[in-house]
């Protein structure tokens, strides 16, 4: 294990003593071959590149906090080996604190071989869990929650998980999830080049165009930055409707380039 995740510790706050926002779950190994079309079955395709890129939703929506220059921190579990001291690496060399990772002597670091379209700025994705244990409430009883002005687990209800509950659209999702939450939660829904929609805690449903970008270059990790960035903005005490916005926004600019360097 790379110095630093086995030694568990509680970070300082950030620049000025400003809390931290913490991102729980998933840091895994992204494959990534960029292939002109995507191929047919049983085919043998050349690449036009291919890359190794740190991936996992918590892990990529710590890097677009970090880019839009909040502190940040990564809690989840990593196994020993190569491809973790590699993912470790890329999140400190984003300023993303991982005094919070948890060590896990078993399994595997997650990984996924992503086929990416250049023709059609589409991603596909294999995933392979690793047999890695979750993040336990007792690692999480060890924080201290002082040190955090937001903690993020899984909130954002996506396209997918919406569809797999049989909703056509955002709106429709919301409608039919919210009697499922706490009164006064705040339910927010992207659905992709239909922009997205929220419902605030007093039952408001506000929305927010989508913005495209010129040329459709890499939506891989697009719902992570979607979902960083709206929390960026609503823990910076903007409302439900600029965050929603602001999100649109800066998802649309990363679908433009690849990988997550150049958002803002």
């Not at 990529?60 to 579990?77: E, R």
């Not at 919406?162 to 992207?190: K, M, W």
């Amino acid at each position: 294990m790379a110095a630093g995740a086995a030694d568990r510790r509680d970070p300082e706050p950030g620049p000025a003593g400003e809390k931290r926002i913490l991102c729980v779950g998933l840091v895994c190994l992204d494959i990534i071959s960029v292939v002109e079309a995507y191929p047919a079955e049983d085919s043998d395709t050349r690449c036009v590149s291919q890359r190794w890129q740190r991936g996992g939703n918590a892990s990529n929506s710590c890097t677009v906090l970090a880019l839009l220059g909040a502190p940040c921190a990564f809690m989840g579990s990593l196994a020993p080996g190569l491809a973790a001291d590699f993912v470790l690496a890329d999140l400190r060399r984003y300023g993303v604190d991982v005094g919070l990772a948890v060590p896990q002597a078993g399994g595997r670091l997650p990984a996924s071989v992503v086929i990416a379209s250049a023709s059609r700025g589409t991603r596909t994705i294999l995933h392979a869990h690793g047999n890695l244990p979750e993040v336990t409430a007792r690692d999480f009883e060890r924080v201290d929650l002082s040190q955090y002005k937001w903690i993020h687990w899984e909130v954002f209800i996506s396209k997918d998980v919406a569809q797999h509950f049989g909703y056509r659209s955002a709106p429709e999702a919301l409608r039919g999830l919210r009697s499922r939450v706490q009164p006064g939660a705040t339910l927010i829904c992207a659905w992709a080049e239909a922009g997205a929609d929220a419902v605030g805690p007093g039952g408001e449903l506000v929305h927010s165009d989508a913005f495209p970008p010129e040329t459709l270059v890499d939506t891989l990790g697009a719902g992570d930055t979607f979902n960083a960035a709206v929390i960026f903005a609503l823990s910076a005490g903007r409302s439900l409707q600029d965050a929603l916005t602001f999100g649109c926004q800066i998802a649309g600019r990363k679908c433009g380039i690849q990988g997550f360097d150049g958002i803002v």
